[in-house]
């Protein structure tokens, strides 16, 4: 597995082996003893997710306060935009973000750390996002930093998004509460 660390340095680019040939291809899409030997990391991940989205469809920034989640991101149909925001007042990248277009040609995957708010665009006409999260769904520990915050100015590849009602009604920056 080939890592690579991004802009925000715990957050990374994961390249897992995959051996292909004409009648397709194999890789394991996580194994816990080689993502630790590669990573540092020893994530125990407790829940798998998947979503479908619509081009255009920007889900997030999505974050739990009091359960943060660590995620290990990847697209197995389609491609998106996909973006974590630094929520750790304590971490020289506080307020940073970083994005990475991750798809089922370069079949990348995208390490983000508890502390991060999350969230993806699609690009293709449908895509198949799955993640491992490293803590189990907190429907009262959720929260939304808003996708278009000024203070962050990620700039979104497809306009206008497609948001849910939720989405629409994100906090900024400066309203979002953050993690110490």
């Known amino acids: 597995m080939k890592v690579t660390p ?3 340095p715990e957050v990374l680019v994961l390249e897992p082996k995959v051996f292909g040939d004409a009648r397709g291809f194999f890789m394991e899409s996580f194994n816990r003893r080689v993502f630790r030997e590669a990573t540092g990391i020893d994530a125990e991940f ?8 619509a081009k255009g469809v920007l889900r997030g920034l999505h974050y739990q306060l009091g359960n943060p989640q660590g995620k290990l991101v990847w697209v197995v149909r389609g491609a998106v935009f996909d973006v974590a925001v630094d929520l750790r007042r304590s971490s020289p990248t506080f307020g940073q973000w970083v994005g990475a277009e991750l798809s089922e040609e370069n079949r990348q995957q995208l390490w983000i750390p508890p502390g991060f708010a999350h969230g993806f665009q699609a690009l293709s006409d449908f895509a198949d996002v799955q993640y491992k999260v490293t803590d189990y769904y907190a429907p009262a520990e959720e929260r939304c930093l808003a996708w278009d915050s000024p203070e962050l100015g990620i700039v979104w590849p497809v306009q206008p998004p497609l948001l ?7 906090l900024s920056f400066s309203q979002a509460e953050t993690y110490q």
């Not at 849910?164 to 994100?170: I, L, T």
Request: charged share 35%; hydrophobic share 10%.
């Open 6 to 8: 991004t802009s925000i």
């Open 46 to 53: 407790v829940q798998d997710n998947h979503s479908r989205s």
């Open 164 to 170: 849910s009602e939720k989405d629409r009604h994100g």
